[in-house]
């Protein structure tokens, strides 16, 4: 069965950090370009980062030189690692393929930054 797990999420204060991780069922994994998403109160689900073969292909510039995306192929995950983290980086953090592609997200991880 094909699926999504997202953890590493929690509580952090301003300048902190966290390292989101995400399992990958092996056969979305090894074909596709992957991705970070966020969902936050203001705005609609948005790329954070995307990561193909070791490479960076694409990241938000409200993140730029804050979050690092990397991928194990040995272990089929994608993660995120997060510095410098500010109140409005809350939100919920998803990982999908990049573009979309799946018709399913998911539960997501919570990221919340108190100031």
């Known amino acids: 069965q094909e699926h999504l797990v997202e953890s590493g999420g929690g509580l952090v204060q301003a300048g902190g950090s966290l390292r989101l991780s995400c399992v990958v069922s092996?056969?979305?994994?090894?074909?596709?370009?992957m991705a970070w998403y966020r969902q936050t109160l203001r705005n609609e689900r948005e790329l954070v980062a995307a990561?193909?073969?070791?490479?960076?292909?694409s990241d938000s510039d409200s993140v730029k030189g804050r979050f690092t995306i990397s991928r194990d192929d040995a272990k089929d995950t994608v993660y995120l690692q997060m510095n410098s983290l500010k109140p409005e980086d809350t939100g919920v953090y998803y990982c999908?393929?990049?573009?979309?592609?799946?018709?399913?997200w998911g539960q997501g991880t919570q990221v919340t930054v108190s100031s």
């Open positions: 999908n393929t990049f573009p979309v592609t799946l018709s399913y």
């Open positions: 092996g056969s979305i994994f090894r074909y596709n370009t």
């Open positions: 990561v193909r073969d070791g490479a960076l292909i």
